[in-house]
């Protein structure tokens, strides 16, 4: 049976990894699955489907309902739930699985770094240290907490503009990564940023953010990660792609 695999993306690698592979596995059928969260996704080579598959019985559904051979979930590391859905849904499935994980960002001396569990943990930081002018980086999901605070005045950077108003007062920044650190450094100073709220991400496109704050002696107030499902992992795409190919070489030697 033909080859297909299923990227599950909404990030800069799910991007370049379908282009990739589509340059190295020419024969190989190619699916992405977006969330559908943002309305003009960058386009890639394949197929794309949106939308979710209704939790992990959906995804097992999806998977054998169109025959995928191999999943990589490029999602990003805190889309914790379809991450979890996937490593349940393959496992059920015996469907050979890789998380594409962007490596962490490392800590200097330099920084000043408060590490939180989640959005209400910042928050209640926040309210005890004195910034005026504060730089939101989370997504809209996690905004509501802020609203309780008042002293301080928010800069929330989203991909597109909001269709619904904010559950909290703010100027919208739009923009999608990569972010270069002159650039971050720049928005920081026009806005007369004193803190920075950030998920830890990783991954050098949005890392600009981190450099110009440690430039600029900004504290950051960082957002755990949460814990990535058990599994093969792969830091970038050029390994997910090692991984691809030693396990399409395995699929094609096994009757
Ligand atoms: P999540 O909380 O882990 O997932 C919530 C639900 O959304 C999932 O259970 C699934 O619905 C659906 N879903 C998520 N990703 C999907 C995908 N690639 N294809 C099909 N369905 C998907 O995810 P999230 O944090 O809301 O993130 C949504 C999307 O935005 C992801 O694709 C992620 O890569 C991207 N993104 C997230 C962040 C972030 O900070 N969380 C940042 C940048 C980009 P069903 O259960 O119905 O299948």
């Given at each position: ?23 190295q596995f020419p024969g190989l059928s190619t699916v ?110 996690d905004l509501e907490p802020f609203a309780a605070l ?19 007062e703010a100027q919208v920044v739009t923009g999608r ?79």
């Amino acid at each position: 049976m033909a080859e297909c695999l299923l990227i599950l993306g909404g990030t800069a690698e799910a991007v370049a990894l379908a282009h990739a592979a589509a340059k190295q596995f020419p024969g190989l059928s190619t699916v992405t699955s977006l969330a559908g969260v943002t309305s003009r996704p960058t386009p890639v080579p394949g197929d794309v489907r949106t939308g979710g598959f209704g939790g992990a019985d959906g995804l097992a559904a999806y998977l054998t309902g169109t025959n995928i051979s191999h999943v990589i979930d490029a999602t990003h590391p805190f889309a914790a739930q379809i991450a979890r859905n996937a490593q349940a849904a393959c496992e059920a499935t015996g469907t050979p699985r890789l998380k594409l994980l962007r490596p962490m960002w490392q800590r200097t001396p330099a920084d000043i770094w408060i590490d939180v569990a989640d959005a209400a943990e910042a928050a209640a930081h926040l309210a005890d240290m004195t910034a005026k002018s504060v730089f939101l980086t989370l997504g809209i999901r996690d905004l509501e907490p802020f609203a309780a605070l008042s002293g301080a005045a928010f800069v929330v950077r989203l991909i597109e503009r909001p269709a619904a108003p904010l559950p909290i007062e703010a100027q919208v920044v739009t923009g999608r990564g990569p972010f270069c650190q002159a650039d971050e450094r720049r928005l920081m100073q026009q806005h007369r940023i004193d803190a920075l709220v950030t998920k830890a991400s990783g991954g050098a496109a949005t890392e600009g953010k981190i450099r110009a704050a440690r430039a600029l002696r900004l504290p950051v107030v960082m957002l755990r990660r949460p814990t990535t499902p058990p599994g093969d992992t792969a830091p970038d795409v050029a390994a997910a792609l090692r991984w691809l190919d030693s396990r399409l070489a395995r699929a094609k030697s096994t009757p």
